[in-house]
């Protein structure tokens, strides 16, 4: 099955920094999901995007399927940014297979 | 709000036990998956249903179970409980499978005393 890695596994930032997260994926993908898990374990969806660059405020994803892999950059970042951020990419199969996650932590 | 609702969100049982975790998909998503997250394990596939039938299986123990009953809304079943069971189960939901996006309920955590 597909294999996902993600990095950098830890991020510490200063409020106010940006940064990047990194998903690579190992087999070709119809689509992505990036995801935010936020202190309270609540899964927010933040993009679906098979290829492109998509952009929500202060965030913003960009997937280059042919390359395999898809980045989500975060700009200004704040506090309530912290938890964790997972990718999923989908093959067309049925298992789901999470990334381990980028686990973020915005000090003020 | 994602449109998908858990019950209950959070339970506490013992060892032994059998709890039943309940998932009421999206309006219009035909595909219910369920996941686990424990600290030591991160987030694991279980089992999806689409439209009443299961499609895949992923690391799920033979103690746990699910259905999807016709009206879509969706059960796990855990029985035998271990203290190692203890977690934060996803429901998440889809208009189909494979390649939709899913949307996740706010989860349930269940603790084995």
């Known amino acids: 099955g597909i294999q996902v890695e993600q990095s950098p596994p830890d991020l510490i930032l200063q409020e106010g920094a940006n940064s990047t997260l990194r998903c690579n994926f190992s087999d070709s993908v119809n689509n992505l999901q990036w995801f935010h898990q936020n202190p309270w374990g609540q899964l927010i969806n933040l993009f679906y995007?098979?290829?492109g660059t998509k952009q929500n405020g202060r965030l913003s994803a960009t997937t280059v399927a042919t390359e395999r892999y898809s980045l989500l950059y975060i700009s200004s970042s704040q506090t309530t940014d912290s938890g964790v951020y997972f990718c999923?990419?989908?093959?067309?199969?049925?298992?789901?297979?999470f990334g381990a996650g980028t686990r973020l932590f915005v000090k003020a | 709000d994602s449109g998908v609702t858990q019950t209950p969100k959070h339970l506490i049982t013992a060892t032994g036990q059998r709890v039943t975790l309940r998932c009421s998909p999206r309006s219009g998503d035909l595909s219910v998956y369920w996941y686990q997250q424990s600290l030591d394990q991160g987030l694991q596939f279980l089992i999806q249903y689409y439209n009443g039938e299961e499609r895949a299986k992923g690391n799920i123990l033979e103690r746990f179970s699910a259905q999807q009953f016709p009206d879509l809304h969706s059960e796990l079943n855990l029985s035998s409980l271990e203290l190692g069971d203890s977690a934060l189960y996803f429901c998440a939901s889809s208009q189909g499978g494979g390649r939709q996006p899913q949307h996740f309920g706010d989860g349930t955590r269940l603790s084995i005393l």
């Open positions: 995007i098979p290829s």
């Open positions: 999923i990419p989908y093959t067309g199969g049925f298992k789901t297979i």
